[in-house]
T-cell receptor
Framework: GAVVSQHPSWVICKSGTSVKIECRSL??????MFWYRQFPKQSLMLMAT?????????EQGVEKDKFLINHASLTLSTLTVTSAHPEDSSFYIC????????????FGNGTRLTVT | DQQVKQNSPSLSVQEGRISILNCDYT??????FLWYKKYPAEGPTFLIS?????DKNEDGRFTVFLNKSAKHLSLHIVPSQPGDSAVYFC????????????FGQGTILTVHP
């Protein structure tokens, strides 16, 4: 089945630094990738939709200048958390949509970000 | 405004019995529904989905039922196994983007041996 790889699986960084998270579709071309965030004991919340070759679409309340998304190829999307603060500590998960309509989303294994 | 709700935070079931996980939604535009299983510090794993043109979809031990008039869906796991213990999320999609999922809060399922 379709596989989505996310890297790193966990990262600890200091306040004010930037962190980049990669999401790759390993065996299919993903024209669209999605970035979600999950706070402890809460649901997954969609942050943004990443389209290959165009600007990402952000959900209401998500700062586009803080969460930079790049989707340079059909198999790779990156999320950069800029000037990270402790409140950005969360579990970030990407998912990818294949070309087939209504194909279920496959998720990466997530990245646990801790900002100290 | 929570458009997808899982009102039971947890469910405990004996091995071999049926597990029934429930989910309600409010947005009439949703027409595609999915169930995911998730372990801590991992991404969700797709289990089963259903389109609004159906009222039932079955895959092995997993069956999803959809009641559109009630805006309610449920996941049945029969027979339940200890390895099924995890957090289960229902998710809904609709409109032009089936990749933009709205998730429920999740239900922690514990299957006791």
């Amino acid at each position: 089945g379709a596989v989505v790889s996310q890297h790193p699986s966990w990262v600890i960084c200091k306040s004010g630094t930037s962190v980049k998270i990669e999401c790759r579709s390993l065996d299919f071309q993903a024209t669209t990738m999605f970035w979600y965030r999950q706070f402890p004991k809460q649901s997954l919340m969609l942050m943004a939709t990443s389209n290959e070759g165009s600007k990402a679409t952000y959900e209401q309340g998500v700062e586009k200048d803080k969460f930079l998304i790049n989707h340079a190829s059909l198999t790779l999307s990156t999320l950069t958390v800029t000037s990270a603060h402790p409140e950005d500590s969360s579990f970030y998960i990407c998912s990818a949509s294949g070309a087939r309509a209504r194909s279920p989303l496959h998720f990466g294994n997530g990245t646990r970000l801790t900002v100290t | 405004d929570q458009q997808v709700k899982q009102n039971s935070p947890s469910l405990s079931v004996q091995e071999g019995r049926i597990s029934i996980l429930n989910c309600d939604y409010t947005n009439s535009m949703f027409d595609y529904f999915l169930w995911y299983k998730k372990y801590p510090a991992e991404g969700p794993t797709f289990l089963i989905s259903i389109s609004s043109i159906k009222d039932k979809n079955e895959d092995g031990r997993f069956t999803v039922f959809l009641n559109k008039s009630a805006k309610h869906l449920s996941l049945h796991i029969v027979p339940s196994q200890p390895g099924d213990s995890a957090v289960y999320f229902c998710a809904a999609a609709g409109g032009t983007s089936y990749g933009k999922l709205t998730f429920g809060q999740g239900t922690i399922l514990t299957v006791h041996p």
